[in-house]
């Protein structure tokens, strides 16, 4: 098990007063490896906390650069980026917020093979992304290497959030695709309202921490939709 530094003790110790966490929790996340699949609004928030929360390594995978339209609600990118690869802007912006992990990025749209290749040297994969071939390739891969995958969307003011951990009889992201369709709007076409995606990315950082400290109950079988117009929660449960 990898140790805590001093500076980390106090760094994190608001965290490793929690039962659940505790040094010995605060460890395993110093040892995690965890892959962030697109640095949009979703990813720019789940990867933030993440890093604040000391997940020792973390891995950023994009292939899109920032634009001024992005700035309303990615929020590890400003200005002075655009043009940049999300991917480089959002390790600046992390490398600030957290230096003693480790970050590494992928510029690249990867194959399904490639895929195939990496992730199973993570130990949680977060898809947050909002395009359905890249979501079908995770699921596919995920649930052939047995590495959970914690999925979010947002549109509007919108959002969704479950984990697929592909533990015998669980659903998979396919089992999602059959109850809603495919055609999904994205937030080019449909617009969004930037506290959304930083609620589901936040919920999609508490339940990747919770699935690598199995603490608590994830989202497995469930999905967790939130109505920012009229602030309400609902589950769904989903079939197997």
Request: negative net charge; aromatic residues 4%.
């Amino acid at each position: 098990m990898t140790e805590l530094s001093y500076q980390e003790e106090l760094r994190y110790n608001r965290q490793i007063m929690l039962k659940a966490v505790d040094f010995e929790g605060q460890e395993t996340l110093k040892q995690s490896k965890m892959l962030i699949v697109g640095l949009g609004g979703l990813g720019c928030a789940a990867s933030q906390y993440l890093a604040t929360a000391g997940v020792g390594h973390l891995t950023l995978l994009d292939f899109d650069t920032v634009s001024l339209s992005n700035l309303q609600r990615q929020v590890l990118h400003d200005d002075s980026r655009l043009a940049m690869p999300k991917v480089d802007s959002a390790k600046l912006s992390l490398q600030r917020l957290n230096p003693h992990i480790q970050i590494d990025t992928i510029n690249a749209k990867l194959s399904t093979e490639k895929l195939a290749e990496i992730i199973p040297h993570f130990d949680v994969i977060l898809d947050c992304t909002d395009n359905v071939e890249i979501r079908n390739q995770l699921d596919q891969v995920c649930q052939q290497a047995k590495v959970p995958l914690v999925s979010g969307a947002a549109i509007r003011l919108e959002g969704q959030v479950t984990v697929f951990t592909y533990q015998e009889n669980t659903p998979t992201y396919r089992t999602l695709s059959q109850l809603f369709g495919e055609n999904t709007l994205s937030c080019v076409e449909a617009g969004v309202l930037a506290p959304i995606v930083g609620i589901v990315g936040s919920i999609q950082a508490l339940e990747a921490i919770k699935v690598r400290l199995n603490i608590g109950k994830n989202l497995c079988g469930r999905l967790l939709m939130i109505d920012g117009m009229t602030m309400s929660i609902r589950e769904i449960k989903l079939p197997v």
